[in-house]
């Protein structure tokens, strides 16, 4: 069996979904706080899933799963996952992301579980030094999300050496699209992200949409940003386990496509394929945006045989779709 950790959340359960189609059975353990029992209970019409409702930081929650079931690996997505709040509230993000990683892998050692997939991020890198940007370049978080999750990284190459845990730390660029059947898809209660925010302004009483900044350097002034996927990001999960379970040494990889997309063109894209004219206003630089992020994503394709598939396009139409059954 396999654990996911944040099972009921955005990426989480869309790597359910591609757990299952594989006939894997999983357990999700998930607070709820930013998923939703909705979510788990789709996923349970498309196969074998057990849902665990706890905490990271609360011990006996993770015993429940563990003593239950017999766990082949885990792949971790629970997290507090806000770029602004992470600068507000750091306490949040150390104790909830690095704590209840510290937890979640005590009890993977206690129970002799050795193989991990982590949910890394772009935000490790911080202000990049050369687009694309590889593995190598240096991590220099900007924000203690991505600070968070880089001491997780850390944390994970200690105990590959001592332990023999070996882990796979995928870092996500910007993960972008629904199910293409509008099972799952992207449900957040305080929604950040571009495209669904551009996509709700689209719906009778959604806000304005707001552009922030234009006078960035690059091709058109808006921040530029590499749109991966989800289900594509789903696929590079089952992959990093196939290469644990070959007895892969622990590693990390970029996901993303390599292509940049300005907020312009991603906000272009997204009147086309709705058909609408969407209004707009350019606000203000939201801080702590870098420029461009994209990502050199060589390594994943090399080593774990990766392929993203789907367009930006292809992400904004089942985003879409997937808007329109939220609205109801
Ligand atoms: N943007 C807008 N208006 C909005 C929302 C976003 O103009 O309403 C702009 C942002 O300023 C940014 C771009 O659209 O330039 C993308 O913003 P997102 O919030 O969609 O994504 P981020 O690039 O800020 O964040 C993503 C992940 C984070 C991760 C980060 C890595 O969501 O978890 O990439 O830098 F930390």
């Not at 982590?118 to 935000?123: L, V």
């Not at 293409?180 to 669904?196: A, F, K, N, Y």
């Not at 063109?265 to 997204?270: M, Q």
Request: charged fraction near 25%; charge should be negative.
């Amino acid at each position: 069996m396999i654990l996911v950790t944040g099972g009921a959340g955005y990426i989480g359960s869309h790597c359910v979904m591609a757990l299952l189609e594989k006939g894997y059975e999983v357990v999700v353990f998930d607070n709820l706080s930013t998923g939703h029992i909705e979510t788990v209970e789709r996923l349970k019409q498309y196969g074998k899933v057990e849902f665990v409702q706890g905490d990271l930081l609360n011990k006996q929650d993770l015993d429940k799963v563990f003593e239950k079931h017999q766990i082949d690996a885990v792949i971790h997505f629970a997290a507090v996952a806000l770029v602004g709040e992470s600068v507000e509230n750091p306490q949040k993000y150390y104790v909830n992301n690095v704590c209840g990683t510290i937890n979640l892998l005590g009890k993977m050692l206690e129970n002799n579980v050795k193989k991990i997939v982590f949910s890394s991020t772009a935000a490790t890198y911080g202000e990049p030094n050369y687009i694309p940007i590889d593995e190598n370049h240096p991590q220099n978080p900007i924000n203690p999300y991505g600070m968070s999750k880089l001491m997780i990284e850390k944390i994970m190459d200690d105990y590959s050496k001592a332990y023999d845990l070996r882990s796979v730390r995928l870092r996500y660029f910007n993960v972008a699209g629904a199910d293409s059947e509008s099972r799952v898809g992207e449900w957040h209660d305080i929604e950040t992200h571009l495209i669904p925010n551009v996509l709700k302004s689209t719906f009778v009483g959604g806000k304005q949409f707001k552009m922030f900044g234009d006078d960035y350097n690059t091709k058109d002034g808006t921040c530029v940003r590499d749109y991966v996927n989800v289900e594509d990001l789903a696929q590079a999960h089952l992959l990093a386990l196939k290469y644990l379970d070959n007895g892969g040494e622990t590693n990390y990889f970029n996901l993303g496509t390599k292509d940049g997309n300005s907020v312009k063109e991603v906000f272009e894209a997204c009147e086309k394929v709705t058909g609408k004219d969407i209004p707009v206003e350019v606000a203000p630089r939201r801080a702590g945006d870098p420029a461009s992020l994209v990502a050199d994503n060589t390594k994943a394709r090399q080593t774990l045989g990766w392929e993203p598939k789907r367009t930006l396009d292809d992400s904004i139409k089942s985003a879409y779709k997937w808007e329109n059954v939220l609205q109801g």
